[in-house]
């Protein structure tokens, strides 16, 4: 059975492929860090204020995102780490994009608080002691 923080993690990927930052926000604890795998603004996105930015630059960018989750797994420390790939479409340049990322979440008071990126999904699971299968 999925644990609360599961579920925050497989919630705010679902609220990113919505294109909802109202349900994102909702998910996340008000001092939020986020940072995004592609760097879409250089920084990391701060408050809920920053996850609404989040959103605004992905849609100011792509005329398509969405994420599609492989894999969610809790470490024994609660962090929790998402695999996933992420697929775009450029606005301007109708270029595709898909790419197999991670993140680890921690979690604040049930909420998610900061995360860590990773291009290499299986070091994200290593770090949190879990196998890449």
């Known amino acids: 059975m999925a644990t ?9 990927a679902e609220a990113v492929t919505r294109g909802d930052p109202e349900a994102a926000v909702g ?3 008000p001092q939020i860090e ?12 701060l408050g809920h204020d920053g996850i609404r930015q989040y959103f605004d630059d992905v849609e100011s960018a792509w005329a398509h ?3 599609e989750v ?10 929790v780490a998402i695999v996933m790939t992420m697929h775009a479409r450029g606005k301007g ?3 595709t ?3 197999r990322t991670a993140h680890i979440w921690t979690l604040n008071e049930g909420r998610l608080a900061r995360n ?3 291009r290499e999904p299986d070091e994200a699971l290593r770090a949190l002691g879990l196998s890449a299968r």
Do not use: K, M, T
């Open 4 to 12: 609360g923080n599961v579920e925050a993690a497989r919630r705010f």
């Open 27 to 29: 998910i996340c604890h």
């Open 34 to 45: 986020f940072q995004s795998v592609l760097g879409i603004s250089g920084r990391a996105y």
């Open 65 to 67: 995102w969405s994420v």
């Open 70 to 79: 492989e894999r969610i797994a809790e470490g024994a420390d609660g962090r």
């Open 93 to 95: 340049s109708g270029a």
């Open 97 to 99: 994009l898909a790419e």
């Open 116 to 118: 860590e990126p990773y």
